[in-house]
């Protein structure tokens, strides 16, 4: 009640500054300032300072609730140290700038483009390059950052550059339409519940959205791409993943979406494409993850036994070389909900009622990727044939595990494959793997424990055929 009591204060003592505001003119003819900083000195609160097309070369500190806006985008260009703009009085607007010139955080401060440190500000269309960070609020909430690009130090290696939009003890802040590149993470939200991250798109950074302890998070139509991992969540509850594309996150460790001590979220209709990984679960317990497409990956979904009564239904595993990799033991993963499971490109079995639910279970879990499992190494066999052998010669088994199993697999009519999904062939492996096919024929078991024990030795997992 006293938080609402004062934020009314506020926005009432604005009102009544914003009634006889004045406006300034810097730079050009006729303005009333050739720079900024003293038309700031000389304004009062609510008043608009419109700044001409320029280079303007300083620092600015806004202590008053003032607007700055640009006229045809003028540079404004720091002195090297320190933030460009500081913001430190609620209810001020900054927009139409290239911002250049920021400090690059030597004495460990957050040196940034813009740094915000009151409530109720709004950050729009502004232009940053080659900055350490570009927006950075910290102590502030019910902030508005949209419709800015941000260019990072791309030049130096990760651990040197800043984050695009840094949010630290900053609750119930906007962060939409920006264009971040360049960047250590793109969006990260650090001690930061209630925050909303929609329609942002970030590449070539170390993660695109970064988010630890922060409860209660919308992530919503964003696009994270080209970079280390494309979401990394952390030490959250109740977040909300929805209809954000992830994609072409590789290397190593290559992850699309990762969720480390985060329980009871939400990840709806994400497309997960052409990733090494597409998601990792680790330490994450009663999240549910509904309509999701998983296409291309390397390997769609990882879990680790930490992961427990995770639920998946109506998601679509489409055209990725593994589909799924348990290290450990599955721990209470539902891979369906009220009768309806997820679409697998890889299942073979058959619908004859016309019921679109599968009238067999599918196990999602190889042969090879239980190896995997437990030896990560085995990893770069993915393709080979050996690895082709050892499936196929599994199958030929007829002892499915049934540790991970879709008890109500999907089917539908295969779509095409998205552009630039599809895979190399094989070449002269596949010739490889036409003699492996022909020789698990005659000898299924004997073939899988010879290519085991060659890939493997003294591993304890020597008979996968026999699981």
């Known amino acids: 009640m006293k938080r609402r009591t004062a934020l009314i204060v506020v926005v009432l003592a604005l009102a009544a500054a ?10 050009g003819d006729g303005a009333d300032f050739p720079l900024i900083a003293p038309a700031i000195a000389a304004a009062s609160a609510g008043d608009i300072i419109r700044v001409r097309g320029g280079v303007y070369r300083e620092d600015l500190v806004l202590d008053k609730s003032i607007t700055l806006a640009g006229e045809g985008h003028p540079t404004l260009f720091g002195t090297g140290l320190g933030s460009v703009i500081t913001i ?12 250049e010139g920021s400090g690059l955080g030597e004495t460990n401060e957050m040196d940034a483009a813009v740094q915000v440190r009151s409530n109720g500000n709004r950050i729009v269309d502004n232009t940053m390059r080659r900055v350490f960070y570009g927006v950075v609020l910290a102590d502030a909430m019910r902030n508005e950052i949209a419709d800015n690009e941000i260019q990072g130090l791309r030049d130096l290696a990760f651990g040197r550059r800043g984050d695009g939009i840094y949010l630290y003890r900053a609750p119930e802040n906007f962060v939409a339409r920006n264009r971040i590149s360049g960047e250590r993470d793109g969006i990260y939200f650090q001690y930061a519940p209630r925050g909303r991250a929609v329609d942002n798109v970030v590449s070539d950074s170390r993660y695109g959205l970064h988010d630890m302890f922060s409860d209660d998070a919308v992530i919503a139509r964003n696009t994270f791409s080209d970079s280390v991992v494309g979401a990394n969540i952390m030490n959250s509850r109740r977040v909300r993943l929805e209809g954000n594309t992830i994609s072409r996150n590789r290397g190593v460790p290559g992850i699309g979406l990762t969720l480390k001590d985060c329980d009871e979220s939400t990840i709806r209709n994400n497309q997960i494409s052409g990733n090494a990984r597409g998601l990792l679960l680790d330490g994450s317990s009663v999240n549910r993850f509904i309509g999701n497409t998983f296409r291309a990956n390397d390997t769609a979904a990882t879990l680790f036994s930490s992961a427990e009564q995770n639920v998946f239904s109506g998601n679509q595993f489409v055209d990725n070389w593994s589909d799924l990799v348990l290290s450990g033991r599955d721990s209470g993963t539902h891979w369906s909900a009220d009768g309806r499971g997820n679409y697998w490109s890889r299942y073979r079995g058959f619908d004859f009622d016309g019921d679109g639910i599968g009238d067999a279970p599918h196990p999602l879990v190889g042969a090879f990727e239980r190896l995997e499992g437990a030896n990560p190494v085995a990893r ?17 088994s007829g002892h499915p595990a049934d540790d991970a199993m879709d008890d109500h697999p999907l089917v539908r009519h295969s779509q095409p494959a998205a552009p630039g999904s599809s895979r190399p062939s094989a070449g002269i492996a596949g010739v490889a793997a036409l003699f492996i096919i022909g020789r698990a024929l005659r000898h299924p078991k004997r073939l899988a424990e010879k290519i085991t024990a060659s890939l493997f030795p003294g591993s304890p997992r020597n008979d996968p055929c026999s699981r």
Request: proline share 5%.
């Open 380 to 396: 770069i066999f993915l393709q080979s044939p050996a690895a082709a052998g050892l499936e196929l010669a599994a199958r030929l």
């Open 18 to 27: 914003r009634a006889d505001a004045r406006t300034w003119l810097v730079g």
């Open 88 to 99: 430190t009085a609620p209810g001020c607007e900054v927009s139409g700038f290239t911002i």
